[in-house]
């Protein structure tokens, strides 16, 4: 046979085997953010210029300063084409059911990235009708009873014992007492909910084992667990603290910068539900006042046990990056994605660009007076990168590592709130039940009515089945 024929078949023979392996991304890859990049237009060309050092990809980082969810919408509508774009949970489902973003289950299945850094849990909480169609901005925290240890320590409460919603109860009338009899503040409010969005009373439904929210039953009928009769007692336990005077009645009108100016600022109230990263905020902010931790020194609690015997905390929904399906370079905003869920990629997004932001010195981090300023918050406070060490950020806010241990404990689930497989329309959900819980909690209609009253409502909305 002639040798050139021979080599030639060699070489069609190798063609397949030599495809194999995939080359990498090449070309633009045009990003659209919201919260993550640079903190000003000037900050956002280093942060764009460290993403492209990184990838080898010719990125354009995009962030828009405000209006995101508005400018996202117009720029998807008019058709305008990015590889890369910031998502709320929210956003995902309605973007995945009307076809504008990429199907990314293969992507991820096959992605050593995603593998070796992303916890295949989060990956579950993020999952509509079976598929994946967006991956990770950062590692979403929850929130959880943030008491006040400097104020319940003078009373002589051992917070370990807290356990049930009784508990709470005893706590919160010996706090009251104190507060008002030994120390003169009068009247004092020791409780602060925010009832506007009937935010944040997970802990306290965990009493029954309860999520808030909507969800699909094994028969496709959606229901909200918080209006059916297990969830009374709970109701009933809110009610009576208010009563009692235990619950701010600023928590029916005032906002969650009310609660959290009452938290650290001064003695006004011992307890309330915030976000894992606010425990570390209060103290961090009575530091600088000069009053942690005599005055103020916030611990973050676990709340009530399930009658499974599991807490039941609430996560905060999914921060995400999609393709659109009219990306023209779909594997490079893929492998940016990739790259924002490694532990190089979550420095970025955390302690913000080295020479800018930090410089390293000995092999530790050392932020300029600019890095100061921005929090190692440029995106991701808390990388989802499960190798991410949040320890090589330097030391962190007061109590903040021990808040975020909770949600890894045994005994702790953790869980988004109930979207109804992406249906839930939740400002619908969350003016309903404000509307007539509020008027439970206040005393005007008993808990049976009121939950009758908010199930009608959002069956007639048809929120449930």
């Not at 849990?121 to 400097?150: C, D, M, Q, T, W």
């Not at 109230?269 to 990263?277: C, E």
């Not at 425990?279 to 103020?296: E, I, S």
């Not at 932001?357 to 990388?383: C, N, Q, S, W």
Request: hydrophobic residues 40%.
């Amino acid at each position: 046979m002639d040798k050139r024929i021979l080599w030639m078949m060699v070489l069609v023979l190798a063609l397949p085997v030599m495809g194999t392996a995939a080359a990498p991304p090449k070309g633009q890859v045009r990003v659209l953010s919201n919260v993550s990049g640079g903190k000003t237009d000037e900050e956002n060309k280093l942060f764009e210029a460290a993403v492209r050092k990184a990838t080898g990809l010719e990125v354009f980082w995009e962030k828009v300063p405000a209006s995101y969810d508005q400018v996202l919408m117009q720029k998807l509508g008019a058709g305008e084409a990015y590889d890369l774009i910031y998502i709320t949970q929210f956003q995902m489902y309605n973007l995945a059911r009307q076809g504008a973003i990429l199907d990314l289950t293969d992507r991820i299945a096959k992605s050593a990235i995603y593998k070796e850094n992303v916890p295949p849990a989060e990956l579950e909480k993020i999952r509509y009708n079976g598929k994946y169609y967006a991956g990770f901005n950062k590692l979403e925290v929850f929130s959880l009873p943030n008491v006040n240890k400097a104020i319940t320590d003078k009373v002589g409460v051992d917070l370990s014992k807290l356990e049930t919603l009784e508990d709470y109860y005893q706590m919160l009338k010996k706090v009251k007492i104190y507060m008002e009899t030994t120390e003169g503040r009068k009247p004092y409010y020791p409780f602060f909910v925010y009832m506007t969005d009937i935010w944040d009373l997970q802990p306290w439904f965990s009493s029954v084992g309860l999520r808030r929210g909507v969800f699909v039953d094994s028969n496709g009928k959606k229901y909200a667990p918080w209006v059916e009769s297990a969830a009374k007692p709970v109701w009933e336990w809110l009610a009576k603290l208010y009563a009692e005077g235990l619950m701010d009645p600023a928590s029916f009108t005032g906002k969650t910068s009310d609660m959290r100016n009452k938290m650290w600022q001064s003695q006004d109230i011992v307890l309330a539900s915030d976000w894992v990263a606010w425990t570390g905020l209060y103290n961090n902010n009575a530091k600088t006042a000069g009053t942690y931790p005599d005055k103020v020194n916030v611990v973050g609690l676990p709340g009530v046990k399930s009658p499974s015997g599991k807490y039941l905390l609430e996560q905060g929904g999914a921060s995400l990056w999609a393709i659109p399906v009219n990306a023209k370079n779909p594997d490079g905003g893929f492998a940016v994605m990739e790259f924002l869920a490694t532990v190089e990629g979550g420095l970025l997004l955390s302690a913000g660009i080295e020479g800018h932001d930090y410089v390293m010195k000995d092999g530790k981090i050392e932020y300029t007076e600019e890095g100061l300023k921005h929090g190692r918050d440029h995106g991701a406070p808390f990388p989802i990168s499960s190798k991410f060490d949040l320890s090589v950020l330097g030391p962190m806010n007061p109590g903040v590592l021990e808040s975020l241990s909770i949600g890894k404990r045994s005994d702790v689930s953790v869980a988004t709130m109930g979207f109804a497989n992406g249906e839930l329309d939740a400002r619908q959900y969350y003016d309903v039940m404000s509307k007539w819980m509020t008027e439970c909690i206040m005393g005007k209609l008993d808990a049976a009515t009121a939950m009758k009253g908010a199930a009608n409502e959002l069956r007639s909305r048809k929120i449930i089945d």
